[in-house]
């Protein structure tokens, strides 16, 4: 049923038929008792004059007098008029022949995204190697160092973001397990979170016992049970955490349904008078946990979130529950502890508006306008530090709350890169993604700076940022920072894209979707510099390079432009690209996580940055001289972030030495 509120103006309902505005505005609630008669008359009357229009719509017979139709009762037109038959969407078609291009996004967007449904190939099913367990087996704890080590790292990693648990109580019940140096007098379900926990606390230091132990979680799950508990939800949304840092996404998105309906059965998402309050102190937090997880899959994988706002009554944690409070002026003080929930939680909560906007095919300007207000004001819910024109070293545990927002705005203003846009308006998507993505830069060049907030070099001798920034990594980090790259080396921002690339290196394998993103950002690089060989003047309006460039947006069937009805993969295969040798493709994918050039991407964008130097000397200059490269730069490790500031200045190499850029390919 719906919700409304009292009000002395009725709450109206347009049906979708053929009848004009006046007539199809049909009362839905009254505020008062006596208005139901007054509605039952509205009613009655629209039932006339619907009968009326239908009567004349009915074809005549040969003595000018109306047939017999089928009759329509007052409850077939309510139906009719509730329940719209669903609208259906048109595909978006491709200007050009994007054979080579779909070829090309099956080879090197794999690992990253999937192809719609329709247009996907057949991938071997994985096995599952979950054994049964039987009576009161149970699975032998790891040694203590190793699990405190587990848990620590849980902590500074996930739970540092979302207070899932009550730490203080499975604290507790954790020392009382080890004592007994058992899980045989623990809950069955507690035991399944202590090895979820164990599995999450092996993603910051990519440890490959992390399966190990999410496969005795889930043995320990039992799902027959009508009696579920908060460990279940947490237990189910761990499980999902894991699954799509693997890059399992779409395992991940079933046990995050899995939560959700468990924290549903048990009432996390509304209001309970009669519980305790130390009770709702502890639900709050893991409900909106496993809603902002709910949002933030939804719109990475482009599907309706399970969560509607309309079901959530519980109120938001406090800020006193999340271990600080706010100011005066509703931002949390700078230098608090505090959990940054509240204003991810405020951030996310737009996201539900922005998935049911990006089902359009073309966002308007004004709807864009509306979004971006929306988004800044998102933004001040956070901490002084947390801000864009902030300075200082920035904790990389801190980021993600703010990558979800940019993320979030990257994605909407990407959107209108459809072939379905005008030209100006899919280059001005490109400008405000590429201006997210400089904001993007400000954040991990403070975060790749030692604890006094300077920028590293490979001289100094600081690499205290290097671990805190791969035990931060998750997978949407690592995509964010991935689409970030891509539009600033179309736009030739190679400052800010070495930045980028520099931290996608530090991460390296720390995400198996992070490996997928250098190989595809590699060839994207590759065919970026085929068209300069080729003499294309400007890329940003090269259809090839705007379809590559929307990377995962291809993922959707709603979105998406270059998928062919009707073609397997096998027959996009027949057109896969090939090198410049016309003897092997660029890269394969039958085994995605072994690419590790990394050093290749940071040389190639090296050179690519002396060469926009030169050209803005010859510039300055006005003197045609040819457009050369150093053959030689010195390179700086993978994990070393150059000196580059906020504002993306880096001190140049120098090469006696000179070639051609098409040497560089």
């Known amino acids: 049923m719906h919700r409304t509120q009292s009000t002395h103006r009725p709450v109206v309902c347009k049906r979708r038929s053929g009848l004009t505005d006046n007539e199809e505005r049909t009362p839905v609630a009254m505020p008062a008792a006596s208005a139901?008669?007054?509605?039952?008359?509205?009613?009655?009357?629209?039932?006339?004059?619907?009968?009326?229009?239908?009567?004349?719509?009915?074809p005549q017979s040969g003595d000018g007098s109306p047939e017999e139709g089928p009759s329509y009762s007052r409850s077939d037109l309510l139906i009719q008029e509730y329940e719209p038959p669903p609208r259906k969407r048109q595909k978006i078609s491709a200007p050009l022949d994007f054979s080579a291009v779909r070829s090309d996004l099956l080879n090197y967007g794999h690992g990253i995204f999937k192809p719609p449904r329709s247009f996907s190939q057949q991938n071997p099913q994985i096995v599952s190697r979950i054994p049964i367990v039987r009576g009161d087996d149970l699975p032998d704890l790891p040694p203590k160092h190793v699990a405190d080590e587990l848990v620590y790292l849980y902590r500074i990693s996930f739970h540092a973001t979302f207070p899932l648990l009550d730490w203080e109580s499975f604290s507790r019940e954790y020392e009382s397990v080890y004592r007994q140096r058992s899980l045989r007098e623990s809950p069955r379900v507690w035991s399944?979170?202590?090895?979820?926990?164990?599995?999450?606390?092996?993603?910051?230091?990519?440890?490959?016992?992390?399966?190990?132990?999410?496969?005795?979680s889930r043995e320990l799950m039992d799902f027959s049970s009508d009696d579920m508990t908060l460990d279940h939800v947490r237990t189910a949304l761990l499980t999902s955490v894991f699954l799509v840092e693997l890059n399992r996404k779409s395992a991940g998105w079933t046990w995050l349904g899995i939560a959700v309906r468990i924290g549903q059965d048990i009432g996390l998402h509304i209001l309970n008078a009669g519980r305790p309050f130390i009770d709702q102190v502890v639900n709050r937090p893991v409900w909106w946990t496993v809603y902002v997880c709910d949002r933030l899959l939804s719109l990475e994988l482009g599907r309706p979130a399970m969560i509607t706002d309309d079901d959530c009554e519980i109120d938001?944690?406090?800020?006193?529950?999340?271990?600080?409070?706010?100011?005066?002026?509703g931002r949390i003080p700078a230098g608090s502890s505090q959990s940054p929930l509240l204003p991810t939680v405020q951030v996310i909560r737009s996201i539900s508006k922005l998935v049911k906007t990006l089902r359009e095919p073309v966002i308007p300007a004004s709807t864009l306008q509306s979004f971006d207000l929306l988004f800044a004001g998102c933004m001040d819910l956070f901490p002084a530090h947390h801000q864009v024109n902030a300075v200082g070293y920035l904790d990389p545990h801190q980021i993600p709350p703010v990558i979800y927002l940019q993320n979030a705005r990257l994605m909407l203003h990407r959107h209108n890169l459809t072939t379905k846009n005008t030209l100006s308006a899919r280059l001005r998507a490109v400008d405000e993604c590429t201006s997210i993505a400089r904001q993007t830069t400000r954040f991990l060049?403070?975060?790749?700076?030692?604890v006094t907030g300077s920028p590293t070099s490979p001289s100094s001798g600081?690499?205290?940022?290097r671990g805190p920034l791969i035990s931060a990594a998750n997978a949407f980090l690592c995509?964010?920072?991935?689409?970030?790259?891509l539009f600033l080396c179309l736009r030739t921002e190679y400052e800010d894209a070495l930045l980028c690339v520099r931290a996608s290196a530090t991460m390296g394998s720390a995400r198996p979707i992070n490996v997928a993103c250098g190989r595809y950002l590699e060839f994207f690089l590759q065919r970026l510099l085929f068209k300069h060989q080729d003499g294309v003047g400007s890329v940003d309006t090269d259809e090839e390079m705007l379809a590559l460039v929307s990377g995962d947006l291809q993922a959707s069937a709603e979105s998406s432009w270059i998928w062919k009805d009707g073609e397997s993969g096998s027959q996009t295969n027949k057109n896969s690209r090939m090198s410049p040798t016309n003897s092997t493709p660029l890269a394969a994918h039958e085994d995605d996580y072994n690419w590790s050039n990394w050093d290749g991407i940071l040389d190639k964008l090296q050179r690519l940055l002396q060469a926009k130097r030169q050209r803005q000397q010859q510039t300055q200059q006005q003197t045609p001289i040819p457009l050369t490269l150093p053959s030689q730069v010195q390179q700086q490790p993978a994990h070393m972030p150059s000196p580059v500031s906020p504002g993306g200045s880096e001190t140049?190499?120098?090469g006696s030495?000179?070639?051609?850029?098409?040497?560089?390919m």
């Open 36 to 58: 139901k008669s007054r509605q039952v008359q509205d009613l009655e009357k629209q039932l006339a004059q619907a009968k009326q229009q239908l009567s004349q719509l009915r």
């Open 192 to 216: 399944a979170l202590l090895f979820a926990v164990f599995a999450c606390g092996t993603l910051p230091q990519h440890l490959r016992d992390g399966q190990d132990y999410s496969d005795r």
């Open 316 to 329: 938001l944690p406090s800020p006193m529950e999340m271990g600080g409070k706010a100011g005066s002026n």
């Open 445 to 450: 060049a403070r975060a790749m700076s030692d």
């Open 462 to 465: 600081h690499e205290r940022w």
């Open 479 to 485: 995509t964010h920072i991935w689409r970030c790259s």
């Open 652 to 654: 140049p190499h120098s």
């Open 657 to 664: 030495s000179r070639i051609r850029i098409a040497d560089i």
